[in-house]
């Protein structure tokens, strides 16, 4: 005779949390021994146009050229990401992944030679974008409230797709927002074409 023993499952919030902090500590990790290595690392950032080091576009997402820029983009990629999390796991890979290839085929294209960028800023920009863009096709009250919510706390970072400062990657960020677009049309799109069409 067999009993099953219902397994009690983790809150998506933890498993976020899980996950997500767990990339923000290897990026912690890394930026640690870059440090320590007298900044070995940034050679791995996207450098334009350098066919050689294209693979890069997957690694400089991770890489931060100094604790500062880390900080600047702990706090909202942990939250982006973990509210981008909830919605499951496999919603979270394809905004994640979407982002980064988006992100870094856009600056390899089109930052200005010489240049080397890295950071999570772009999975940042894509984070936010998913969560904004999401509801206008799901039409969830939940979705766009917390888009209403996120708006306000997070819309001001918006202005850094523009070209307005020296030094940040613009690109990176358009990329990073277009891809988080990109993912939320993906998966959302086909719930606003189910809908029937109303003009009143």
């Known amino acids: 005779m067999t009993q099953e023993v219902?397994?009690?499952r983790t809150h998506p919030l933890l498993r976020g949390l899980a996950v997500v902090g767990g990339l923000l500590v290897l990026m912690w990790a890394l930026e640690i021994v870059d440090q320590v290595t007298r900044k070995s690392l940034d050679q791995f950032g996207i450098v334009p146009r350098d066919a050689d080091t294209a693979g890069h576009i997957l690694l400089a997402p991770w890489l931060h050229f100094g604790f500062g820029?880390?900080?600047a983009n702990s706090v909202p990629f942990l939250v982006l990401g973990v509210l981008t999390y909830i919605a499951g796991f496999l919603r979270w890979l394809v905004t994640t992944l979407s982002a980064i290839i988006v992100s870094g085929v856009t600056v390899?294209?089109?930052?200005?030679?010489?240049?080397i960028?890295?950071?999570?800023?772009?999975l940042v920009f894509g984070y936010l974008a998913y969560?904004?863009?999401r509801g206008?096709?799901?039409r969830r009250p939940g979705q766009i409230a917390l888009a209403v919510v996120i708006l306000l706390l997070y819309g001001g970072i918006l202005v850094g797709i523009l070209p307005l400062t020296p030094g940040v990657s613009w690109q990176g960020h358009l990329g990073g927002a277009a891809g988080g677009g990109l993912a939320a049309w993906l998966q959302h799109g086909r719930d606003?074409?189910?809908?029937?069409v109303s003009y009143f």
């Open 136 to 138: 206008f096709f799901t």
């Open 131 to 133: 969560l904004l863009i």
């Open 6 to 8: 219902a397994v009690p």
């Open 108 to 115: 390899w294209l089109t930052a200005p030679a010489g240049s």
């Open 69 to 71: 820029h880390l900080i």
């Open 192 to 196: 606003a074409r189910s809908r029937p």
């Open 117 to 122: 960028t890295a950071g999570a800023s772009g």
